[in-house]
């Protein structure tokens, strides 16, 4: 097939991958990265948007660095980001379990996990700062759960053979996150960083092609206000909840992403969508969230369904020749750590042979019977106790005496902004961080591999890639007076102005809901290519309705959170569009994402890596235009690309 119209195949987009050995590019790169010294740091403003893990531990490290930091986030404190929610744990190759762990098998498990489509310079510096971050968060005083002996322990996750992932029982980010707020007030207090809350990022501001400022609206007063500085990092989280249902907080959205690509950044692999294998199922049309239980519980939950389509008895009526652990049978080297792909994608083959489980028949058991036999209650308790409270206080089951009930979700978005390996944007000075960025995990992330990323990124990356831009340009912080920032201050005042005055007849949560169900339907789990193109359609004609019919009530000067949403919903319909343009353009499968044409004979993922082994990072070309294409081909020179098994 020929490529469609409007793609352009640009082989200029460099990831400036160093070269040398994959085991010393990253320590080539940072002697050669040029140094911005002391004095000058302090001359220097950079913007972070997002207080996550990625944005929290970048700001505090600029700011310990000495360059003066602008921290902006929507919440009222840096500690309510997002990342605080991440459950089961952080991967590091410390192979303190001495079970035959390293730094190669941690890249490994990454490149073969993402399905051969991420970077391997990217992965492999990934795994080596890995252990980094523990010894970095142990400083901090981040609570690791602890063997007896006082060795920090570890659980496995999907897609890895091995136990590398540390954890703070079910409330890693939260604890992580508390570990880099610390460090990060420790520089507010030191006058190094100034914490913007309650800020949206609407505008990027370019100055002479360069990354140089934002416009934020406060979301208090409603207010719009400009920042300058020298670079601008984007450290603002996934874009899940296009779907309308999953597992992310509500404020997660594509807006500062969406509107940095609107001003020319490109956005790679969009169509990349993790779907979670463990969360609670859908229970009814008014949902508005759905409920993770994390990875973690597979180290010693058992996944079943009853043999027979239709089995309406209760689960422990059903005898152990009648279950159907269709994952320990059908991959008995991982069993039920598969990676997340692959569960998700046997659990709804189950379901849709009619073997599913409760009301819907959308659900499979998670069942702890076992563990509990062998281990006893208070281990299980101590190991996943507040993860068992919360699926109890949601269904108002007890999973000690009765199988959890579970079903994929969406989780997290493997696409966002292109980065090169210095993680900056093809935009000068904006540079990109943790889920925002499409780095390092290709068409599938594992399981505790995003804290990770996050951490890596805002701890130890771009503390050495921004002094290589910055010390390149001349210190003279663009005015807020220039005109570009009162350009988008208008293009922000007039979008909003055009909002309220539409006054039609529909919520802003029904055209997000309807958009979450076209996207889930035709560009979720699996994909075809009658069901993208009519998506296509389907979203275009959606987005017209919404300017036309969309109600937004209030006014601009005030706190108003249905002006907020009806602008992150209008960028969710136009990064919509994309999303599926970008899946109906990938004509093979690969991680999560499946193409129904492009399967084998057992109903795995079918790669085509002659024609798809490269990151498709896309160009904005207009609303409703077609996308430019752009190719960043990708060279494996340490891993033969094999089919993924993990039988
Ligand atoms: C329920 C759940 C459990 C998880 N468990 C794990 C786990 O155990 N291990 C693991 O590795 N990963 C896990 N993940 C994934 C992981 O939590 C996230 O990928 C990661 O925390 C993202 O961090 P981040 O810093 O990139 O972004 P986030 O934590 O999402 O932070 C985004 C920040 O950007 C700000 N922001 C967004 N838009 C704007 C804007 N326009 N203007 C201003 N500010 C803005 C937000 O206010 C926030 O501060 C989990 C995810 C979920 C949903």
């Known amino acids: 097939m020929g490529l469609p119209a409007g793609i352009v195949d640009d082989m200029a987009l460099n990831a400036h991958i160093p070269s040398g050995p994959l085991e010393s590019k990253w320590e080539k790169h940072q002697f050669e990265l040029k140094l911005v010294n002391p004095a000058n740091k302090r001359r220097h403003t950079v913007i972070v948007v997002g207080t996550g893990l990625a944005g929290a531990s970048a700001a505090a490290t600029l700011g310990e660095l000495g360059y003066n930091v602008l921290s902006f986030c929507l919440q009222d404190s840096p500690r309510r980001a997002h990342s605080i929610a991440a459950q089961g744990g952080i991967n590091a190759a410390k192979n303190y379990q001495n079970d035959g762990d390293s730094v190669f098998r941690l890249f490994y498990d990454t490149i073969k996990g993402g399905d051969y489509r991420a970077r391997e310079a990217n992965v492999y510096r990934l795994a080596q700062i890995s252990t980094n971050i523990i010894d970095q968060c142990v400083a901090q005083g981040v609570p690791f759960a602890r063997e007896y002996g006082g060795m ?323 210190h003279s912080t663009q005015d807020t007076a220039h005109k570009a920032f009162a350009e988008m201050e208008q293009a922000a005042t007039n979008r909003i102005d055009k909002l309220l005055a539409i006054e039609g007849n529909r919520t802003v949560d029904e055209f997000h809901r309807e958009l979450g169900l076209m996207l889930w339907d035709d560009c979720g789990m699996s994909r ?56 109906l353009t990938r004509n093979e499968s690969c991680g999560g994402h499946f193409r129904e044409e492009y399967q084998s004979d057992e109903g795995e993922a079918l790669r085509d890596d002659d024609r798809f082994s490269h990151v498709a990072a896309w160009e904005f070309n207009g609303v409703g235009e077609t996308p430019i294409f752009h190719k960043e081909p990708l060279v494996f020179e340490n891993v033969a690309l094999t089919q993924r098994s993990y039988k």
Not at 351 to 362: K, L, S
């Open 528 to 583: 075809t290519a009658g069901g993208l193109e009519a998506a296509k359609g389907k979203i275009a004609a959606l987005r017209d309705e919404f300017w036309q019919n969309v109600t937004v009530t209030g006014t601009p000067g005030e706190l108003n959170q249905t002006l907020e949403r009806a602008g992150r919903v209008a960028d969710f319909l136009e990064f919509g569009e994309l999303m599926v343009h970008d899946a």
């Open 152 to 474: 920090l322990a570890n659980r496995s996750f999907g897609g890895a053979q091995v136990s590398r992932t540390f954890y703070a029982r079910g409330q890693t980010g939260q604890q992580l996150l508390l570990g880099a707020y610390s460090s990060l007030m420790r520089q507010v207090e030191a006058g190094k960083v100034t914490l913007y809350p309650r800020r949206e990022m609407l505008e990027l501001v370019l100055v002479d092609g360069h990354a140089s400022g934002i416009v934020a609206r406060n979301l208090v007063t409603g207010q719009l206000e400009s920042y300058a500085a020298d670079a601008v990092l984007l450290a603002t989280g996934g874009y899940g909840n296009a779907f309308y249902l999953s597992t992310n907080a509500k404020a997660c959205n594509v807006t500062a992403t969406w509107r940095a690509h609107r001003k020319g950044a490109l956005f790679a692999n969009p169509c990349f969508t993790q779907i979670h294998p463990t969360c609670i199922p859908v229970s009814g049309s008014y949902q508005a969230k759905l409920t993770l239980m994390s990875e973690s519980l597979r180290n010693d939950g058992r996944v079943w369904v009853p043999q027979e389509g239709g089995d309406q008895r209760l689960p422990a009526q059903i005898p152990e020749e009648e279950r159907d652990y269709y994952l320990e049978r059908r991959y008995p080297s991982f069993g039920n750590l598969v990676p997340r792909d692959v569960a998700s994608r046997a659990a709804k083959a189950v379901c849709d042979e009619g073997r599913g489980v409760g009301t819907t028949g959308r659900a499979v058991y998670l069942d702890f019977a076992d563990a509990l036999k062998r281990d006893g209650e208070p281990v299980v308790r101590q190991k996943y106790g507040n993860l068992f409270q919360m699926y109890e206080e949601i269904t108002n089951e007890d999973p000690y005496r009765v199988p959890m009930q579970i079903y994929p979700a969406v989780h997290y978005t493997m696409g966002g902004l292109w980065v090169d390996y210095d993680l900056m944007s093809n935009v000068p000075g904006l540079f990109v961080l943790g889920e925002a960025n499409f780095s390092d995990h290709g068409a599938n992330r594992l399981g505790a591999s995003a804290l990770m990323q996050g951490l890596a990124d805002g701890y130890f990356v771009i503390p050495y890639t921004i002094g290589g831009y910055l010390a390149g340009r001349t």
